[in-house]
């Protein structure tokens, strides 16, 4: 009979999760998602080496409710701190802010090297979670534009600019700020 952590079954089942994606992450910080096996996961995870395919069938599946599970803390964590104004460029300060203080840690090694080795709907699925974080930025300047705060002609095409003016790490967060807030015709001092 196979060890149950946790009181219920619930808890064994989130726990075990939970370990598994803290052995995902540690290995993909150290190593290939190609070069991560699925053994390498279970003994990261201290989880029985057949154990860890009740949970998961393969490592794509893995990816996938990493991804999912990520997704679900950073929204939450984001919907926090934006719930701290109502008014658009104030709203677009926090979105920026909070994405730049957590880019690093959210966007770990899931990106276009990973999505290249794999399959079509693990990569449909990952792009669910990411249309999910657009969803806000969207909500956003759409509340901008109504109240006109901001002046946009090409919603997609701006929300475009932003995350790209989002992934330089190595450039001053006022800055991108500053420039962003101006790129939508909201400059002033926040």
């Known amino acids: 009979m196979p060890r149950i952590s946790g009181e219920t079954l619930q808890q064994h089942r989130e726990q075990l999760q939970r370990r598994v994606f803290e052995a995902f992450a ?5 190593r290939s998602f190609d070069a991560i096996t699925m053994a390498a996961i279970a003994e990261r995870a201290d989880v029985g080496r057949t154990a860890i395919y009740h949970h998961f069938p393969d490592k794509e599946s893995v990816v996938v409710a990493f991804a999912s599970h990520e997704t679900e ?14 008014e658009p460029p104030e709203r677009l ?4 802010r909070y994405h730049l203080a957590e880019g690093e840690r959210f966007h770990m090694g899931l990106g276009p090297q990973l999505y290249g080795v794999l399959g079509p709907d693990s990569r449909q699925a990952i792009r ?16 901008g534009i109504e109240d006109g705060s ?14 790209a003016c989002l992934n330089p790490r190595h450039l001053p967060a006022a800055t991108i700020e500053s420039f962003v807030l101006r790129g939508v015709g909201a400059a002033g001092p926040g």
Do not use: K, P, W
């Open 73 to 86: 803390e950073y929204l939450h964590r984001l919907r926090d701190v934006l719930a701290g104004s109502e």
């Open 150 to 163: 901001f002046r946009i002609e090409d919603l997609d095409t701006t929300m475009s600019l932003i995350h």
């Open 128 to 143: 669910q979670h990411v249309v999910a974080v657009e969803d806000v930025l969207r909500g956003i300047l759409e509340s």
């Open 93 to 96: 300060r926090l979105y920026l």
């Open 26 to 30: 540690d290995l993909m910080a150290e």
